[in-house]
């Protein structure tokens, strides 16, 4: 359902938009506590002392030290700079009294720290020079004091400074969230620092702002929370920032201090996108830390696609609303891989949408969240959903169905297969050790993961989540129809879809992957297969002689391999070696051993027995002989019904 208080609106292509407000968060904030100034005993404080000085300069507000590289310096190379830090050296100058030599300890900003060396090949002398601007120290001490090369302390004063952050983008505005946790009579105290920053996160001079804030509380005696956004437009202009936050009192449980998240702000006006629908998305603010929501956000719309017209065969580039997923595939193929129509079968595709028994069936209600899915993985998701298969058959992408046929794709026999690699199997139990299917979706308006169970109990199938279910998570799913249809075929599947076949055959019919072949037992001595020697009429001569009982039905290949439907069979009263069938005229090939090598075949058996040699092919894999190995699972019309 929707969120208390939330709230959209669409913005069609074209529309004009009068605000956006964009922001970016940043990346590493979080809902960090900032500590208040009594805390400064919980943090350790770096230091680092050197007793030998290369040199120490002063000069337009600035002091430089240099000092041979020493390790326990290695902290302060590694800041973030302008940072704080307070520092001692000795220094000696002049008073009427005589010279005076004494330690001195200023507090400064490091804005440069720099490593050096003396140019040798081998075993050459490194430097580490750190200079401090924005000086405070002893007043007694003058501008020409002379700095001594006996001591240099270095240590960091920023232990209770929370950052700095830096923004992820170029901005003109930075929005600050922070959360006051305060009890009676409590306040919190803070500022805020914040400096442009350059490509290499270097200061940029005459940037540096800083902002003090205040937050209290109305009540005496209760406690309460309080969340608040400083909106800051800094005077250093559009451009990426670092910002820190340091509190100026003291903390305690009555008195918290967190930064809930920072954002870069651009504000853009009249904003026209003219290929786009755009939906802003207002919604109420949470007690938790903005970077920690991981919220989402679900919109029922529908998609207008392109779609293609089986009268025409013609491509219709009109958008129109469409949850079809043969619209889906023809808008992504097309539209978004921007592929050729010749290289997409498709009619055959709509065929395949027009079939369907019911247009639930074909839905595709889904929206790809990761860009990096391909081209081809995204269209055999979107095929899934409607139990399609997609594959390449001579450089253009053609669609199968799981479902029920009327006629198989080809026809094999022993005249055009081979003896090894044949093996069949029969499960005696569920195959797989399966007991049912469990099948799961997501519900279009709950947005939650939703289950559909079914069970083979006692050989019926029963309404209820399996032992060991056959667990199916198809992309696209959305619907419960077309989830439940799934389950309920799979189910079924299991029941009577039990024997399996490898086989190999040769390369003289039209099959892929899903295909639906007749194929008989090689080794059947009753199987009543051959191919046609001649025909007269509705007389077909055979290369076997056949043996009538009950009613026949016989399937013929024509002169491209394809299959006839069932007609039926009658025997002849002037030989065993042929048969009578009111079969269309269709192109025959009679082989001849010259330009004539792979005759016209043909299958007669009754209805129950050309039933039981329906298979579906489950791979295929050519070999180098000019034969293809074939794995086939048992084909039912039970399955579909």
Request: negative net charge.
């Amino acid at each position: 359902g929707s969120l208390a208080g939330a709230e959209f609106q669409f913005f069609q292509p074209g529309e004009v938009i009068p605000q956006i407000v964009e922001g970016y968060g940043f990346d590493d904030v979080d809902g960090q506590e900032v500590p208040g100034q009594n805390e400064a005993s919980d943090f350790p404080v770096e230091s680092a002392t050197a007793t030998s000085v290369v040199s120490g300069t002063y000069s337009g507000g600035q002091i430089a030290m240099k000092i041979v590289k020493q390790a326990e310096f290695d902290y302060f190379m590694g800041l973030v700079l302008p940072h704080a830090v307070t520092f001692t050296i000795n220094v000696t100058y002049n008073t009427a009294s005589g010279s005076v030599t004494t330690d001195a300890t200023f507090s400064g900003t490091l804005i440069s720290a720099v490593e050096t060396n003396d140019g040798a090949v081998v075993n050459p002398v490194r430097w580490y020079t750190f200079t401090m601007n924005q000086l405070e120290g002893p007043q007694d001490i003058p501008v020409n004091a002379t700095i001594n090369t006996t001591k240099f302390i270095l240590n960091d004063n920023e232990a209770l400074v929370v950052g700095p952050f830096f923004s992820p983008v170029e901005s003109t505005q930075l929005w600050l969230h922070t959360q006051s946790s305060l009890g009676g009579k409590k306040e919190t105290n803070w500022k805020v620092v914040i400096w442009k920053i350059d490509d290499d996160y270097n200061q940029v001079p005459g940037t540096q702002q800083t902002f003090t804030y205040r937050q209290t509380t109305p009540h005496q005696s209760t406690s309460e929370v309080f969340y608040r956004t400083d909106k800051i437009t800094p005077t250093g202009g559009f451009g990426k920032y670092a910002v820190s936050f340091q509190r100026t009192d003291n903390s305690g449980d009555a008195s918290l201090l967190k930064v809930e998240e920072i954002h870069s702000i651009n504000i853009r006006t009249n904003v026209v996108h003219p290929t786009d629908t755009l939906v802003r998305v207002k919604v109420r603010a949470t007690e938790n830390a903005l970077g920690s929501r991981e919220r989402k956000y679900n919109a029922l719309v529908t998609r207008h696609t392109i779609t293609y017209d089986l009268d025409t065969q013609a491509v219709d580039y009109t958008l129109r609303p469409s949850r079809s997923f043969a619209d889906a595939v023809a808008h992504t193929w097309l539209i978004m891989g921007e592929q050729p129509v010749s290289s997409i079968d498709l009619y055959g595709l709509y065929s395949i949408a027009e079939s369907l028994p019911d247009e639930r069936l074909g839905y595709f209600d889904y929206t790809f969240d990761d860009e990096n899915d391909s081209l081809g993985d995204r269209v055999q998701a979107i095929c899934n959903a409607a139990s399609v298969v997609a594959y390449w058959d001579d450089g253009v992408l053609t669609f199968t169905r799981d479902q029920k046929v009327d006629y198989p794709a080809a026809v094999f026999n022993r005249a055009n297969m081979k003896t090894d690699e044949y093996k069949m199997t029969y499960e005696a139990t569920l195959p797989g050790g399966y007991d049912g299917v469990q099948v799961s979706y997501v519900h279009p308006t709950t947005n939650n993961k939703t289950y559909i169970n079914y069970r083979v109990l006692n050989g019926a199938i029963v309404e209820q989540e399996a032992e060991n279910p056959n667990k199916l998570e198809i992309v696209g799913f959305r619907n419960e129809y077309q989830a439940r249809e799934r389950a309920l075929r799979e189910t079924k599947r299991l029941i009577y879809s039990r024997v399996k076949m490898n086989a190999k055959v040769f390369e003289d019919g039209i099959i892929q992957v899903g295909s639906v072949i007749q194929m008989p037992d090689i080794y059947d001595s009753n199987q009543q297969q051959g191919y046609i020697t001649g025909r007269a009429g509705n007389d077909f001569d055979t290369s076997e002689p056949i043996t009538f009982t009950g009613s026949m039905y016989v399937l013929v290949t024509d002169s491209m391999g394809n299959p006839t439907l069932r007609y039926p069979a009658t025997s002849r009263s002037d030989t065993k070696y042929g048969f009578t069938a009111a079969i269309p005229d269709i192109q025959l090939n009679i082989w001849n051993g010259d330009t004539v090598q792979l005759p016209s075949r043909y299958l007669i058996a009754t209805v129950d027995e050309l039933d039981s040699q329906l298979w579906t092919v489950n791979s295929i894999k050519p070999n180098t002989d000019n034969t293809v190995s074939l794995t086939v699972a048992e084909y039912s019309d039970a399955i579909y019904q």
